[in-house]
């Protein structure tokens, strides 16, 4: 049973790995492809047009106010200016006043330095991570808003903001998704039977951790290996039995033939004595056998 311990401890280790990649592989997707939405329209000249010198409202609420929300589950968009105040704050599909540090905390200034990074008048390279805490966590990207001439890139001082919920419902939707059972925030780790993921924002601070139940091959496994294990177990039982059994049958019948053997060397009437042997001598050559 210690080897069927081991084995399914094994395996259930090589569950929780597995899913975790699967959780490492998926945030990161997901990052990947706010950071590229984020880049379509950063570095976009109509959006520098419009945002930038002044902002058109009238194409804000055309391109941002219904379309981010609802299609692209976008819930704050911010824009920047180069003294790091807010020029303009979209949140949850309405034109809104917002204090983006008590609603995302410190995290969001390293976030705008991130997008700030970039190399003068190259295409902007946007900044993406964990902004906020447990309660109002959110996946977010930055980019310093670029227009272009020809070859030629001309950065503005402007930073847009993207910022997705990491939500209850949002996780649900990945739990069902990519297979993480109870997928779910929590300020404890994994308890040994459980995956994780370790919540970090974007300026190195731990909050907290995803943590949710993987399936476990090894306690599916179980009573199957159990099973086995004790078919096992009842066959060389068996055989030991059936081996014991052929020896003392082996045992029993050559006492019998021992015994038989002996009883007919001293068999026959009481007194007789076996004759004795006779050799018979081969005639001489010559001689008849009359002569001998």
């Known amino acids: 049973m210690a080897f069927v311990t081991f084995l399914s401890h094994s395996l259930d280790r090589n569950s929780i790995r597995s899913s975790e990649q699967i959780f490492t592989s998926m945030l990161g997707d997901r990052s990947e492809h706010l950071a590229d939405i984020t880049l379509e329209y950063g570095y976009w000249d109509i959006a520098v047009e419009n945002l930038v010198d002044q902002v058109n409202m009238k194409w804000v609420e055309e391109t941002f106010v219904d379309y981010m929300q609802e299609e692209l589950q976008i819930e704050g968009i911010h824009l920047i200016d180069g003294n790091n105040q807010p020029k303009l704050h979209v949140v949850e599909g309405n034109v809104a006043e917002a204090d983006i540090v008590s609603r995302y905390g410190d995290a969001v200034h390293q976030l705008i330095r991130g997008a700030r990074e970039t190399p003068r008048d190259r295409s902007p390279t946007p900044a993406t991570g964990l902004i906020g805490t447990?309660?109002?966590?959110?996946?977010?990207?930055?980019?310093?808003?670029?227009?272009?001439?020809?070859?030629?890139?001309?950065?503005?001082?402007?930073?847009l903001i993207f910022a997705r919920p990491m939500d209850e419902a949002l996780l649900a939707r990945l739990s069902e998704k990519y297979r993480l059972p109870d997928l779910r925030l929590s300020t404890s780790p994994p308890a040994f039977w459980q995956a994780g993921y370790p919540v970090e924002t974007i300026d190195d601070r731990h909050v907290g951790y995803f943590i949710w139940n993987p399936e476990l091959a090894g306690v599916k496994l179980l009573p199957l290996l159990g099973l086995c294990v004790l078919i096992v177990y009842a066959s060389m039982f068996l055989r030991a039995a059936v081996f014991s059994q052929s020896v003392g049958s082996c045992r029993c019948l050559a006492g019998s033939q021992a015994a038989g053997g002996q009883g007919a060397g001293t068999s026959g009437e009481p007194g007789a004595q076996r004759p004795a042997d006779r050799t018979v001598e081969p005639p001489l050559p010559g001689r008849s056998a009359g002569q001998a």
Do not use: C, I, K, Q
């Open 134 to 159: 447990l309660d109002r966590l959110y996946l977010a990207s930055a980019a310093l808003m670029t227009t272009y001439e020809g070859d030629t890139d001309t950065n503005t001082d402007h930073v």
